[in-house]
């Protein structure tokens, strides 16, 4: 069934292909034979309950897990048709142009300016000029602008809990990257900050391809263009979100909206 | 029938409790009892012979008279050739231990090496200094030779103050930095060390005042008794505060004069780690209000 609806959405656009992806912590194995395409320039909300991989499976779009030990992967994630874990793949490259935000709000014990061109100075591509206005462009693009223009020279820390993650999507955004990957980016925040962020996602996503995890459901279906469902390691459905949502075809996608488990 | 051993029991239970009440006060009214009758003694007999001359001129007529300011000038001269030569290898050391050793039986022991070092009694590592840095590398009895063999008294201080302060950077500046396409070292170099360097300043700065306050390191590699002339080059043999309070007790001629001024050298080398210590205390305090991870 799987395949079927992945067909569906390899028309679309396969900006990020994952193919038959296992992966293994240990003896542990995490995540089992998960095929999926990402459609470009949407954003698609990865769910299922605590525990089932579903932050794993982003954290292979980045590699981020090559920094846990003793991690396993068999499988192939081809993102511009590439094989991120062949040997072509500089894996610094790979974690600018795939950018991510993570579930608890981190900016650098550093000034608001300092946080987001972090990334453009580790890139080392612009001048100190086309840094500052890089800079200003992903804080516009981030909705943080007219908050901290005064006050840019400010330790990050100084900001709202909101503020702060919208600071790390500006960081994330100022290199450019093709793809975001959000953890769980508003668990930790305020209803009123979760909106503003949720409305930006919704915004964000006309220039760049967004995954995100969230256990929120109505958060998924508010937002999201495709969804994909995962439980127990396993990629049970996805698809387009009213589809999906409305009208699951797989019973344990059901019992999971329905709230039977979770 | 009952109540009554129970009621024994009750009183009895509460003498035990005031009499361990008691017992806890007790050390502490002598623990403080030696600290400020410590402090009386050394001011009372240190006090008197204090003044800005005392500190700005060199020792006059055979050490009877005169200032201590060589020996001030030496022990700072040394205590920053230490940290010069002390700081980078520890905190190197520090960032390896932390970052890169995984936990393996070799980093363990590594590990036991340091500690160990760290006590050592002082004067062994005077004879090491003689030994090695003044007799086989030929530096003779220099501020070089004494500031090595200093540099390796405080380095367990500074790498397991460094370790510590590496580890209290929460792993999510690191995941944000790999995130955004760091390679380890910018991780650790533009991240993680900047964020734990108040902590590891502070730990630096202690173990500055344990290289002031140190005699038996210096005794045989770097001080000298009296000297007119001002150490100008690090090969040069330098007075320092703790040797000449140790050499006007032992070697002097003249006790009447030369015990108060032994005094008051120590007045100025307490005041002088006192206000190291301090200094720390203050930095950390600051951080900590700024820190909110």
Partial sequence: MVDKIVCDIVNVCDLLSVQSLNLWFGEKHILKDICMNTPCKKLTAIIGPSGCGKSTLIRCFNRMNDLIPETKIKGKILIDGIDIYSGKMDIYELRMKVGMVFQKPNPFPKSILDNVMFGLKIQGKLNKGQMIEKVEKSLRDAWLWDEVKDRLHDNAFSLSGGQQQRLCIARALATDPEIILLDEPTSALDPQSTAKIEDLLVELKNNVTIIQVTHNIAQAARISDYIAFIYLGELVEFGLTEKLVTTPKDKRTEAYLTGKFG | ?????????????????????????????????????????????????????????????????????????????????????????????????????????????????????????????????????????????????????????????????????????????????????????????????????????????????????????????????????????????????????????????????????????????????LSVNLIAIIIRYRMRKRKKW
Wanted: charged residues 10%; positive net charge; hydrophobic residues 55%.
């Fill in chain 2, 1 to 273: 029938m009952t109540s009554n051993p129970n009621k024994a029991r009750g009183i009895k239970r509460r003498i035990n409790q005031g009499f361990w009440l008691a017992l806890l006060r007790l050390a502490i009214l002598i623990s403080l009892l030696f600290l400020v009758v410590f402090l009386v003694m050394i001011f009372a007999k240190g006090g008197k012979v204090l003044s800005l001359s005392f500190l700005l001129q060199a020792p006059k007529e055979g050490m009877t008279a005169g200032g201590i300011f060589p020996a001030i000038l030496g022990t700072l001269c040394l205590t920053i050739l230490t940290l010069i030569l002390a700081l980078p290898l520890g905190v190197f050391a520090a960032i390896y231990l932390s970052e890169y050793a995984k936990t393996s039986h070799f980093v363990n022991i590594i590990r036991t090496a340091i500690n160990t070092l760290a006590g050592v009694p002082s004067i062994v590592f005077g004879l090491f200094g003689l030994a090695v840095f003044v007799n086989m590398f030929k530096f003779g009895v220099s501020m070089l030779s004494g500031s090595l063999t200093l540099a390796i008294l405080i380095l367990p201080i500074i790498i397991n103050a460094s370790e510590e302060a590496i580890k209290t950077v929460p792993d999510s500046f690191r995941e944000a930095a790999y995130a955004l396409g760091a390679t380890k070292r910018q991780t650790i170099t533009k991240i993680v060390f900047p964020a734990a360097l108040p902590n590891i300043l502070t730990g630096a700065i202690i173990s500055v005042g344990r290289a002031a306050g140190e005699t038996a390191p210096i005794l045989f590699t770097a001080a000298t008794f009296y000297t007119r002339k001002l150490p100008t080059s690090v090969m040069d043999e330098v007075m320092a505060l703790p040797y000449h309070i140790y050499a006007l007790m032992t070697e002097g001629t003249a006790p009447k004069q030369q015990v108060p001024i032994a005094y008051g050298t120590s007045v100025v080398l307490l005041l002088l780690v």
